[in-house]
């Protein structure tokens, strides 16, 4: 008897499991699409290893602009909010307040709530702090100063 309750238990999950599979093949891509700009270019990454490794592209991008200076290029968040910029009826982009808001639109079907916007701007356009900060070959002029006056002791 016991043997008997064990297949026909088994067969159930088999069963449920087939016609779970079935639905989801059904109910197609469910992911969220988020909106890209094409004439731009391709993005980044493949959409499905940016989908997978995001978070772990922006905390390596804010480690290299935080601890070695490096800002700009096609790895910024800026170039994601430019590429990826859903403008509302006024022709605007929209802030993150707004469910169209690129950053929101998958966010908010996964649930994940983000802290970036509490520094960051979430709309593509250039700040005056970022519009004045030093080009590369300022950057390697300024460098090149410190390590002089340190080596000279901090004397001029």
């Not at 094409?38 to 804010?62: F, S, W």
């Not at 994940?112 to 520094?119: F, I, S």
């Amino acid at each position: 008897m016991r043997d008997y309750a064990r297949k026909m238990m088994t067969r159930a999950l088999a069963a449920m499991m087939v016609l779970a599979g079935a639905g989801v093949a059904l109910a197609g891509d469910v992911a969220p699409k988020v909106p890209i700009d094409k004439a731009k270019g391709e993005c980044v990454l493949p959409a499905d290893q940016m989908r997978r490794e995001h978070m772990h592209i922006l905390k390596h991008r804010r480690d290299e602009t935080m601890f070695h200076g490096v800002r700009g290029g096609k790895t910024a968040l800026e170039a994601c909010l430019t590429c990826h910029v859903v403008k509302g009826k006024d022709g605007k982009p929209v802030t993150v307040a707004s469910e169209k808001h690129f950053c929101r639109v998958c966010h908010d079907y996964a649930a994940v709530r983000v802290d970036c916007w509490a520094c960051h701007k979430s709309v593509p356009e250039q700040s005056e702090r970022q519009a004045a900060l030093p080009g590369e070959k300022e950057r390697k002029t300024a460098l090149a100063q410190l390590r002089a006056f340190l080596q000279q002791g901090g004397r001029k």
